[in-house]
T-cell receptor, first 110, second 114 residues
Framework: EDKVVQSPLSLVVHEGDTVTLNCSYE??????LLWYKQEKKAPTFLFML????IEKKSGRLSSILDKKELFSILNITATQTGDSAIYLC??????????FGQGTRLTINP | KAGVTQTPRYLIKTRGQQVTLSCSPI?????VSWYQQTPGQGLQFLFE???????NKGNFPGRFSGRQFSNSRSEMNVSTLELGDSALYLC?????????????FGQGTRLTVV
């Protein structure tokens, strides 16, 4: 059965801390792995990863994929209260279907 | 470039009724997929359309159906609504270019069945 597993499910840190969110997957016909941030409604696209070992960066956020070990991590440095959200990892299966993990609820306390 | 547009944003229906949700993808995107999000089950795939053809369907009962028009706009229909159909319904728009497969979501339709 195709599955995407995220850990931890919940994380509470102080402003300024660095966090690492994990995503492992077992999905047939892998096409790409995507990270999203969801605050109130729509998931907002963060990164798309297709190749192993190539880090994607956007400001304080970065992500990397390991296709041999079937996992990805999302790093957030110098966290701010505005980073509080649910972070979703999803794998595109055959360009037709996204298989989502349960999400990590990140809370940043001031 | 406009994003993914879903209408309506909120709906309240009673059990047994039917509902139609609409999704307009990003201009140029031909793939539209639908997802149901609930607190207990997370985001679950409903179906995907490309060039007016359903290419993939998730594990949902036949009460859930959809279609796509020639301009790539898509509609999703749920008949004989049940309380358990209350959820956030999200539409995603994709443009597949080689290995690059990204998906962008609309704001969603919050359906409440009473």
């Amino acid at each position: 059965e195709d599955k995407v597993v995220q850990s931890p499910l919940s994380l509470v840190v102080h402003e300024g801390d660095t966090v690492t969110l994990n995503c492992s997957y077992e999905v047939t016909n892998f096409r790409s792995l995507l990270w999203y941030k969801q605050e109130k409604k729509a998931p907002t696209f963060l990164f798309m990863l297709t190749s192993s070992g190539i880090e994607k960066k956007s400001g304080r956020l970065s992500s990397i994929l390991d296709k041999k070990e079937l996992f990805s991590i999302l790093n957030i440095t110098a966290t701010q209260t505005g980073d509080s959200a649910i972070y979703l990892c999803a794998v595109f299966q055959g360009a037709q279907k996204l298989v989502f993990g349960q999400g990590t609820r990140l809370t940043i306390n001031p | 470039k406009a994003g993914v547009t879903q209408t309506p944003r909120y709906l309240i229906k009673t059990r047994g009724q039917q509902v139609t949700l609409s999704c307009s993808p990003i201009s140029g995107h031909r793939s539209v997929s639908w997802y149901q999000q609930t607190p207990g089950q997370g985001l679950q795939f409903l179906f995907e359309y490309f060039s007016e053809t359903q290419r993939n369907k998730g594990n949902f009962p036949g009460r859930f159906s959809g279609r796509q028009f020639s301009n790539s706009r898509s509609e999703m229909n749920v008949s004989t609504l049940e309380l358990g159909d209350s959820a956030l319904y999200l539409c995603a728009s994709s443009s597949v270019q080689g290995e690059n497969t990204e998906a962008f979501f609309g704001q969603g339709t919050r359906l409440t069945v009473v």
